[in-house]
């Protein structure tokens, strides 16, 4: 993929508003869980928060792949001026991981409770188990879920920060091609 492959400066109104959108829910899903360790387990407080974590978390699926559905058939707006060719390799290599923890972690998260026995549930509407209860597994599945949430708080901070050096100190247009509202 080529970094320049549309004329327009930026991207289109409806990736702006999923971008920022799954960033927004993306953050909810992590305060959630962060926010229900500070209620006593099993307090309705506690479970009302973990369920939120877990409905928000399964809606990060679909808007990923609606997300990269998005990706596919929309171009990316050129970044002006063009960056250095391991830049440009370094952020395919972002948006991967991205996107492999947004497609990822979701399905973690309902195998992990699937095989610890534990019923999921998508905003009130229970969800088929996907797997048996298995003990043993749904310890590894949890390990797993839970280095990939801090997997993530990195690759999130390291998202920010390049857009952030792109924008202060490269000066180029990555950021505002991303920004709601007018060029």
Not at 65 to 85: D, G, S
Not at 103 to 123: C, E
Request: proline content about 9%; charged content about 10%; overall charge positive.
């Amino acid at each position: 993929m080529t970094t320049a492959t549309r004329s327009h400066p930026r991207y289109t109104p409806s990736a702006i508003a999923l971008h920022w959108g799954m960033a927004l829910l993306i953050v909810a899903v992590y305060g959630c869980m962060l926010a229900s360790d500070n209620f006593p387990r099993g307090s309705d407080t506690y479970l009302l928060l973990r369920g939120l974590h877990y409905s928000l978390g399964l809606l990060v699926l679909p808007l990923a792949c609606l997300r990269l559905a998005l990706v596919a058939r929309q171009p990316r707006p050129a970044i002006v001026p063009a960056p250095a060719a391991w830049q440009e390799q370094l952020a395919r290599w972002m948006k991967f991981a991205l996107y492999g923890l947004m497609l990822a972690m979701p399905l973690l998260g309902w195998l992990s409770l699937a095989a610890k026995g534990t019923p999921v549930a998508f905003f009130g509407m229970p969800l088929p188990s996907p797997l048996p209860p298995a003990p043993n597994l749904a310890h590894l599945i949890k390990e797993v879920h839970e280095a990939g949430a801090s997997v993530g708080y990195a690759l999130v901070g390291a998202h920010t920060a390049a857009a952030l050096v792109h924008h202060h100190v490269l000066r180029d247009n990555t950021l505002r091609r991303m920004l709601p509202g007018r060029a």
